[in-house]
């Protein structure tokens, strides 16, 4: 299978600056970052590297999945976004994991063996919000495949961090816009039942930059997709 590693970014000069050493770019056989309009110097470190950048016509990190796809030729992708979050070592485990037969593999924040970025926290309201739209992912679309199966829970359905085949990726025609385009994917992928599988990651800080996902709106969109994917089921 031919290995595409995709890097989003958004003004992460200071994530990529610390992390670039520790991505396995050998371990994928095309890579590209598609950025979102960065003006900090983050499109200059990678050219400057000799890794291919692209940049988006619109906003938004929807597009930018979107213009990975469009981009790439690889039968898997993989997303990583440098910002200090998500550990670049767990990048060969999710290709292998798409390898073994999986049409989508997502690195989970949450179960065990698995570390948010809110772990330390006494309230945890970002990893509560993901763990509350999670489980009603997983009724409204896992519920017969767990009734069989426990173990069939997808315990972390919003995590970007993920690899899915290009032929899982076109089947699905994500067409959410922002934030919640990762959240569609495995709604989606669940509806056709597909195989997802999960490996465990360890989320770290941010290492510098901004967040752009502010939680309220962000919540809020995520309601309305979820209505959406009920009301739509597999017509899409
Ligand atoms: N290409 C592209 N990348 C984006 C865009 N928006 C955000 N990103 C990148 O996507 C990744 C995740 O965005 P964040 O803003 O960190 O969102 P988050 O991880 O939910 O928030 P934090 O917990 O604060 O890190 C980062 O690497 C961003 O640079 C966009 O519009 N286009
Ligand atoms: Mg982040």
Redo the contacts with the bound molecule.
């Keep these: 299978m031919k290995r595409t590693l995709v890097l989003?970014?958004?003004?992460?000069i200071e994530g990529v600056t610390e992390l670039f050493d520790r991505i396995p770019f050998d371990a994928a056989d095309e890579s590209l970052v598609?950025?979102?309009g960065s003006t900090d110097g983050t499109v200059e470190f990678f050219t400057t590297r000799g890794v291919k950048v692209v940049g988006?016509e619109k906003?938004?990190?929807a597009?930018?999945f979107r213009v990975a796809f469009d981009s790439t030729t690889g039968d898997v992708l993989c997303f990583f976004?440098?910002?200090g979050?998500e550990d670049p070592a767990d990048i060969p485990r999710l290709f292998e994991k798409i390898e073994a037969g999986a049409d989508m593999a997502i690195a989970r924040r949450f179960g065990e063996g698995a570390r948010n970025?809110e772990d330390d926290s006494v309230l945890r309201w970002r990893a509560w919000a993901n763990q509350a739209f999670t489980l009603l992912a997983n009724l409204a679309f896992n519920l017969p495949k767990l009734v069989r199966e426990r173990g069939a829970y997808v315990q972390d359905t919003i995590n970007?961090y993920r690899a899915i085949t290009r032929e899982a990726f076109r089947r699905l025609s994500m067409d959410a816009e922002g934030?919640l385009v990762e959240y569609q994917m495995t709604m989606r992928a669940l509806k056709l039942g597909m195989k997802i599988v999960e490996i465990p990651t360890i989320e770290h800080d941010?290492i510098g930059g901004q967040?752009?996902?502010s939680s309220l709106p962000t919540g809020l969109r995520f309601v309305r997709g979820l209505a959406r994917e009920i009301v739509i089921g597999r017509r899409f």
Excluded at 8 to 12: D, R, S, V, Y
């Design positions: 989003l970014t958004l003004n992460e598609v950025d979102g988006q906003k938004g990190r597009e930018a976004s440098p910002d979050n970025e970007g934030f941010r967040s752009t996902a």
